[in-house]
């Protein structure tokens, strides 16, 4: 009989292709043994019976620079489930994207108590490109850029993204690109400050579906020029699945992900929240949030990220003078599972899918991250499918003041979260070390 630093007993252990009951032995921080045993012991033995033990879910989409920093962010994510995060970081005008890495990856260092890897987010695409081979050689092999946001000086033209895609291409990275047509989404916003409009009530007007639409065909021909795949963030509508759905028939190498607040809310049921749902894309119809459950269902949704961006605002702010994001690492999968397996949108094993397996496959992380197997790191989560609880900003480990999902109620509770066989989350407590967390290279796309 084989002794295990940490034995998890008897739990649903969920894979995407299957769900099975059994043992998991951990040792070294590795997942060392799975399976039907129930003479295996360890120093530590976690009683999982009746749960579901899943992957530790991999969130490719987090900011960790603005109420949540680094370190805090790490730990609201640990308490969401989420052992292996990716965050952007942005080079602004003026910056080097290699310094700004280099700074990153120094602080995760020093404080993440989860594991951690970058994407290169470049503000100044044509002055910063050049930079993309030393991104490369530090471990970074994915790079943002934005095809909105003109008027804050952030938008990347087609001259600059395409010079861009093609270095990336060269050096077998991947684009992330916030497709929005963002001239397009200037111009409605100049119309409606003219009308005097109310932004609250309009706020879907100027993110209008058809612009994520073209900008997502756009940016993934650029990419098909360049030889350079392409990963879209925070899908939004069904205009832009439609024009994924073409694309990925086609066989264009593109990669799409959605977020948890456009799957569970319409601008309808939020607009009462003001600025507080203020989100960039928009969150918009309950149309587009079926379309999205059925882009994710079919396989053409390949990852879910939460777009993690907490803001300093307030529901009565100024709407149009608010900062974009919300904070939802925390309650993305507890979200998941309510408005998606237990709703019977979403099987369980296609969750895991999209919250982990699928997304170590395209950033490079597989198969040390996103599923329980023998020699993969042991970061995983426990869930008691039976618990019923209530989301509620009190009850959240961000900086922010408030959550959009205030007064939801859940079945099915995270219980205890293991990061490389540490286990950090046990009910409400919470034992990490900070600087615990390592950066992980990528290998993208």
């Known amino acids: 009989m084989k002794g295990y630093e940490t034995v998890i007993k008897g739990g649903k252990i969920v894979y995407p292709e299957k769900t099975v009951k059994g043992n998991i032995g951990i040792k070294n921080e590795k997942i060392e043994y799975i399976g039907p045993d129930d003479s295996i012991c360890g120093r530590n033995t976690i009683d999982a019976g009746g749960k579901y033990v899943l992957p530790g879910v991999i969130d490719p989409h987090t ?3 603005y109420l949540d920093n680094i370190k805090g962010l790490s730990k609201t994510a640990a308490f969401g489930g989420v052992t292996t995060v990716i965050h952007y970081a942005y080079a602004k005008p003026g910056k080097s994207l290699a310094a700004t890495l280099k700074d990153y990856i120094k602080e995760g260092e020093a404080t993440s108590y989860i594991d951690f890897a970058l994407h290169g987010g470049l503000f100044d695409a044509g002055k910063q490109a050049d930079e993309i081979p030393e991104a490369v050689e530090l471990g970074v092999t994915s790079f943002k850029m934005f095809m909105a946001y003109a008027k804050l000086g952030w938008m990347t033209d087609d001259y600059a993204l395409a010079g861009a895609m093609d270095i990336i291409g060269r050096t077998g990275g991947m684009a992330c690109l916030h497709a929005e047509n963002g001239l397009v989404i200037d111009y409605i916003q100049d119309k409606l400050l003219a009308e005097k409009a109310d932004f609250k009530e309009r706020f879907p007007e100027t993110s209008p579906d058809i612009a994520e639409a073209e900008a997502i065909f756009r940016a993934v021909q650029i990419g098909r020029l360049m030889k350079c795949p392409v990963y879209i963030p925070h899908i939004s509508s069904g205009e832009g699945v439609k024009i994924l759905k073409y694309l990925k028939d086609e066989g264009c190498k593109v990669y799409a992900e959605t977020c948890p607040h456009y799957l569970s809310l319409t601008w309808d049921e939020l607009k009462a929240m003001g600025s507080l749902g203020k ?3 928009s969150i918009k119809t309950d149309k587009d949030r079926i379309a999205l ?10 990852t879910i990220g939460s777009d993690h961006a907490p803001k300093d605002k307030k529901a009565e702010d100024d709407f149009f003078a608010a900062p974009y994001g919300t904070p939802e690492i925390e309650t993305m999968l507890p979200v998941l599972w309510e408005f998606g397996v237990n ?3 979403l099987a369980i094993n296609r969750l895991v899918s999209v919250l982990s397996e699928n997304t170590a496959k395209i950033m490079g992380l597989f198969p040390q991250k996103g599923r329980l197997d023998t020699g993969s790191d042991a970061d995983i989560v426990i869930i008691d499918p039976d618990e019923e609880w209530t989301i509620s900003q009190e009850n959240q480990h961000s900086n922010a003041a408030y959550t959009l999902f205030e007064g939801k ?3 099915g509770r995270i219980k205890k979260v293991l990061s490389r066989g540490r286990l950090i989350v046990d009910n409400s407590g919470f034992s990490a070390e900070s600087g615990s967390g390592k950066f992980i290279k990528t290998n993208a796309g």
Not at 293 to 302: L, N, R, V
């Open 63 to 65: 900011h960790p620079v």
């Open 293 to 302: 459950w059925d882009a994710i269902g079919e396989g053409y949704i390949d």
């Open 279 to 281: 989100v960039g894309p």
């Open 343 to 345: 709703r019977g949108r």
């Open 409 to 411: 109620t859940i079945l």
